[in-house]
């Protein structure tokens, strides 16, 4: 049961804001986010390592905005095993450019897809049999597997889960309208969030409780279930802010909590040059990408990666699921 916040803000220097928890199986494998993908130099993502894709994906390529998508799994009618493909690679198409109502959508489980610019914001959903498509407005709403604000209202989807989400909804709603919004363009993250980052790590709750955001279950499989990993993005015209957290469980035993991991110095270069910094002002645990001024230039802009095919679930290379990964986690 995954669940995205987005503050829209436009007259602010972080027009929008963008709480992601991803839910999931843990033992599922992944990797933190990276540049995991050589065909697209300027995304950073974490990867799904059964299917090759993403859960979330930003992108700042020369000369255009930048752009991120963010993926939910929804309810509806499933696609053919036969014909189905990953929704992994939904995140890198859509920050590559590709229209989502060009893909063959018949070739996918339900997805509600958000494509977020400092400009706008817009969820694209697909039920299995038909497309929709929503510009949020000014203000904060929430993602659903549900649909935005829950208003889906898609039948498959069992009472009490849809209880569940609406719980949480509605508590993490009202707490994230409370505070001051921030606009985390520097600093720590606990600086830069300010009152948002407690209630992002799960504002107190206990795991059973039925708004918890970082929750813990355990299926009748014996496989444990909940909140694997948490970002928190915020978008400027010039500037994308990345932080990423890690759900642990404590060694306690007694609740999970959020780990922000330290991440390596790593830069590239391109006709404009993003930074995955890591120094004073931006410590381990942080993504801060900056899109350098590139006026007038033509080049380095992303190009949009090559058509899904059944041979060819994500994004034209192979499947990658014999790296390893040194932490379970989300997948798609």
């Known amino acids: 049961m995954c669940t995205a916040f987005v503050s829209i803000a436009p007259d602010s220097a972080a027009p929008v804001l963008l709480l992601s928890v991803r839910d999931e199986y843990t033992d599922r494998r992944w990797l933190p986010p990276g540049l995991h993908w050589p065909e697209q130099p300027d995304v950073v993502g974490g990867l799904d390592l059964g299917g090759g894709g993403a859960w979330l994906a930003v992108a700042t390529g ?16 499933t696609a053919s095993p036969r014909q189905r493909l990953s929704r992994g690679g939904l995140p890198l198409i859509a920050v590559g450019g590709r229209p989502v109502n060009s893909l063959r959508l018949e070739c996918y489980d339900p997805f509600h897809l958000i494509v977020a610019r400092p400009s706008g914001v817009r969820v694209t959903s697909w039920t299995g049999n038909s497309l929709e498509d929503h510009e949020l407005p000014a203000g904060l709403s929430v993602v659903l597997n549900d649909g935005v604000d829950g208003r889906a209202g898609a ?17 993490f709603r009202a707490r994230l309208r409370a505070v001051e919004r921030p606009e985390p363009l520097g600093g720590r993250p606990d600086d830069a969030w300010g009152q948002w980052l407690p209630i992002a790590c799960g504002d107190g709750l206990p795991v059973d409780d039925p708004a918890a955001l970082i929750r813990r279950l355990e299926s ?18 010039q500037q994308v802010r990345y932080d990423f957290g890690a759900v642990s469980d404590s060694d306690s035993g007694l609740s999970p909590r959020v780990v ?12 404009c040059t993003a930074v ?22 033509s080049q380095g802009r992303l190009s949009a990666p090559p058509a899904c095919t059944e041979s060819d679930p994500v994004t034209g290379r192979s499947r990658i699921s014999e790296r390893r990964s040194r932490r379970n986690g989300p997948g798609l």
Request: glycine share 8%.
């Open 62 to 77: 020369a000369g255009a905005e930048p752009v991120a998508a963010c993926l939910l799994n929804g309810f509806g009618r």
């Open 276 to 297: 995955n910094r890591h120094d004073d002002q931006h410590p381990p645990g942080q993504h801060l990408l900056q899109q350098d001024r590139c006026a007038g230039s």
């Open 155 to 171: 039948q498959p989807c069992p009472h009490h889960i849809r209880a569940t989400m609406a719980a949480r909804a509605t508590h």
């Open 220 to 237: 009748s499989s014996g496989r444990a279930w909940g909140a694997v990993s948490l970002s928190l993005l915020a978008l400027a015209h």
């Open 260 to 271: 922000l991991e330290p991440r390596p110095v790593r830069r590239w270069t391109a006709p």
